[in-house]
Antibody
């Protein structure tokens, strides 16, 4: 069965960077884009960007341009999200997700809590 | 600020029908299919409706989706206590905006 398993919770200081991983299994990793979505406590879902594991192409939400990087390691079927220059407003649960536009094959990771605190 | 507008909350008694609306624009809902997610506390969202009105296998037929122009709606008929959750609409925007989500609707079963 398809699974996206994310790395554990992180606590970072303001100004630092965080790198979250998302290991895929149960399907051909290079066949689907990986999206990253975050959710602050009590808030809605916010799309951060996508990456195509096959081509390496990426697309980032404008508000994260310049401080976000999405990468993959196809040899271990793992996607990575790196966010830099963290502030308290980046405290949220970060999800990786497979979100095909025209099918029901949507899968989400379990989420990774990132807390930014001095 | 969410690019799709949802009613913040709706409530109903068991067995009732409730409807959640989602309003967008020509570049998202007006162009692409609408997705609906259910999110329980502390859990990742799960797919409820895709392609405007298609239910994945395993989703009860009490849930139905529709779309007209730049708006969409999710109806829950025969409301049950386990339907108490947050519901989000979503649609692909364009290469600049990517996936856009509604702000979420809290459904309360009285």
């Amino acid at each position: 069965q398809v699974q996206l398993v994310q790395s554990g919770a992180e606590v970072k200081k303001p100004g630092a960077s965080v790198k979250v991983s998302c290991k895929a299994s149960g399907y051909t990793f290079t066949s689907y884009d990986i999206n990253w979505v975050r959710q602050a406590r009590g808030q809605g879902l916010e799309w951060m960007g996508w990456m195509n594991p096959s081509s390496g192409n990426t697309g980032y939400a404008q508000r994260f341009q310049g401080r976000v990087a999405m990468t993959t390691n196809t040899s271990i079927s793992t996607a990575f999200l790196e966010l830099s220059s963290l502030t308290s407003e980046d405290t949220a649960v970060y999800y990786c997700a497979r979100l095909p536009l025209y099918s029901s094959n949507h899968y989400w990771g379990q989420g990774t809590q990132v807390t930014v605190s001095s | 600020q969410s690019l799709l507008t949802q009613t913040p909350s709706v409530s109903g008694t068991p067995g009732q029908r409730v409807t959640i609306s989602c309003s967008g624009g020509s570049s998202n809902i007006g162009t692409n299919p609408v997705i609906w997610y259910q999110q329980l506390p502390g859990a990742a969202p799960t797919l409820l409706i895709y392609g405007n009105n298609q239910r994945p296998s395993g989703v009860p037929d009490r849930f139905s989706g529709s779309k007209s122009g730049t708006s969409a709606s999710l109806a829950i008929s025969g409301l049950q206590s386990e339907d108490e959750a947050f519901y989000y609409c979503a649609a692909w925007g364009d290469s600049l905006t990517g996936w856009v989500f509604g702000g979420g609707t809290k459904v309360t079963v009285l």
